[in-house]
């Protein structure tokens, strides 16, 4: 059984249809990348799965469990899934360690103590203990990331969701947050990562989805779609984002 299992995900915004029918299975242990031109739905995609946004119609299952509608508890669900945003929305009046832990005493009903332990494990995880009692404009944007990466993994989610988590950094920052995603991909933690970046997809994922026109066109390696896929718009994406700076 898969642990995350879409079928026939639509999303429109008024007449506009976002998402036109999506298919993707995440099972356990994956780390899958999803791609694809500007506008064509990856972060809506990402925002129906933790109920950001809600779908129009179409099925999403979490653990065999159907999630849309409005019978499921979104607090709950969203504790078994985790999400690191682009902006990295951390709270700016909180603390590193406050940002961590916040979620934890909130949702969880830890005690400050408990919370406090939880969260420096991942700061420590993460390499940002010495930053714990900095706040956001204190720290620079890869520390920023590593501190939303801390918060999701804190709560000890089945899946991250990560929604370009290098779009906001420069190259070097970049490369930062990818060795954090290639570390927690040693570690088994689940992912579906959407990126415009082909260097961290190729160095996080075996396979990416590509998603275009509100639909999953292709999945398979990198060296297939840019190489070997019969549809040459799957084709000239992938060398043409191999060939950017």
């Known amino acids: 059984m898969a642990l995350i299992e879409l079928q026939d995900v639509v999303k429109r915004f008024d ?21 694809g031109p500007s506008g064509c739905g990856k972060s809506t995609l990402l925002r129906c799965i933790n ?12 653990r065999g469990q159907e999630i849309t509608g409005p019978g499921v508890d979104v607090r709950t669900l969203r504790q078994g899934i985790g999400f690191v945003f682009q902006q990295f929305a951390l709270y700016r009046h909180l603390s590193v360690l406050d940002n961590v832990t916040l979620a934890l005493r909130k949702l969880r009903g830890m ?29 620079s944007g890869g520390q920023k990331q590593r501190a939303a990466i ?32 290639q570390m927690l991909h040693r570690d088994k933690v689940t992912m579906l990562c959407v990126t415009h970046d082909l260097n961290l997809a190729s160095e996080i994922a075996e396979r990416v989805v590509f998603l ?18 019969e549809d040459a718009r799957v084709r000239d994406f992938f060398r043409r984002e191999g060939a950017a700076p």
Request: glycine share 6%.
């Open 150 to 181: 801390a918060r999701a993994l804190a709560m000890d989610p089945a899946v991250v969701l990560f929604d370009e988590p290098t779009s906001a950094l420069d190259p070097l920052m970049s490369r930062e947050v990818a060795s954090v995603i």
């Open 212 to 229: 275009d026109q509100g639909v999953v066109r292709a999945e398979d390696t990198i060296e297939q779609l840019s190489r070997h896929h």
């Open 15 to 35: 007449e506009r249809a976002v998402l036109g029918g999506v298919n993707l299975a995440v099972n356990e242990g994956d780390v899958k990348v999803v791609m």
């Open 111 to 139: 005690s400050r103590v408990e919370a406090e332990a939880r969260a420096m494990h991942e700061l420590n995880r993460l390499g940002l203990s010495a930053q714990r009692d900095r706040y956001p404009s204190q720290i």
């Open 51 to 62: 109920r950001l946004v809600e779908p129009t119609s179409g099925s999403i299952r979490f």
